[in-house]
């Protein structure tokens, strides 16, 4: 990989993209994340690729793209770097309620104590979800101890995932959380960071999937409750029917989506029964 050299950079900078070429750098990203760009966000979509072309030191836009459609590290450096990571630790906690008063007491009705329980934030982003569930688990749910509760984040930015993996979050992230929990759950402050405790940090497994990718999303195995949370806004409707097949593929029968506040399966699939819970709605796939 090249260094940042500034005559390359300036000389990049005043390198602008003709309509024919952004958008079919937009289908490229579509193509492989359901992310949906178009020409509203060319002054951002620019900004990217002149810095991601930069540091593979080429001025080309064809040769560039030539490079990314073989796949491999530059595909997935410039995946990572449009997608839009936005996170923090307790995000709309109501559903962590709704999942310890109604969808966890459902899914365990029937099961033996010490039976698998499996849990998937998909897309978990760089982890703040799947550490939020497990603290909200150990802090709210009395039966934590009686089942094998497997979880799982993941998400299709590898960076994301080894910031997920190495578990350090500064203010912002943490901002929801009360001081007894972060004194519990968190390693002492270093560089205005703090780490997630050992346990915690080995109690989620971290993957890579992508939502659109029945293979790869099928490769999870099954689970009781996922969480699909502000991703599905980020897809156009085709993206959104795939991911939500897979969705309902990756759910054991009787299981549960939550997703984002402001998405809503409804107008997305019909395969799904919706339920309302005091604390959340949420989709299940039926039990038979
Ligand atoms: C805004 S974050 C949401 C994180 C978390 N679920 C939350 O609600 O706080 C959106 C995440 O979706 C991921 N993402 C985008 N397209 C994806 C895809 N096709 N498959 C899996 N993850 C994807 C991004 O990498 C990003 O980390």
Request: with cysteine.
């Amino acid at each position: 990989m090249k260094s940042l050299d500034a005559d390359f950079i300036d000389g990049l900078a005043t390198l602008r993209f003709s309509d024919e070429e952004l958008l079919r750098f937009c289908e490229f990203l579509y193509q492989r994340t359901g992310i949906s760009y178009n020409q509203t966000k060319r002054f951002y979509i620019e900004r990217r690729l002149v810095e991601r072309m930069s540091r593979v030191g080429t001025r080309s836009f064809s040769a560039y793209m030539n490079l990314i459609r073989v796949g491999g590290a530059e595909a997935e450096q410039v995946i990572n770097s449009f997608t839009v990571n936005e996170t923090y630790f307790y995000r709309e906690d109501h559903q962590l309620r709704c999942l310890v008063n109604a969808l966890l007491p459902e899914i365990v009705r029937g099961r033996q104590s010490g039976d698998l329980v499996r849990i998937w934030c998909v897309p978990c982003s760089t982890g703040e979800e799947p550490y939020s569930v497990a603290i909200w688990l150990l802090e709210n749910w009395p039966m934590v101890d009686a089942y094998n509760i497997e979880l799982v984040g993941s998400d299709i930015d590898t960076r994301a995932l080894a910031a997920a993996l190495a578990g350090n979050y500064g203010e912002r992230a943490l901002s929801r959380l009360s001081k007894e929990i972060i004194e519990r759950y968190f390693e002492a402050p270093h560089d205005q960071n703090r780490q997630i405790i050992r346990d915690l940090r080995e109690s989620v497994k971290f993957t890579r999937a992508n939502l659109l990718d029945s293979t790869a999303m099928s490769a999870q195995g099954r689970f009781d409750i996922v969480f699909c949370r502000n991703v599905l806004i980020y897809f156009d409707d085709e993206s959104r029917s795939t991911a939500s097949n897979n969705l309902f593929s990756a759910l054991n029968p009787g299981g549960f989506v939550c997703l984002g506040h402001s998405e809503s399966m409804t107008r997305i699939s019909c395969r799904f029964a919706i339920r309302r819970f005091e604390d959340a709605i949420v989709y299940q796939r039926a039990v038979t």
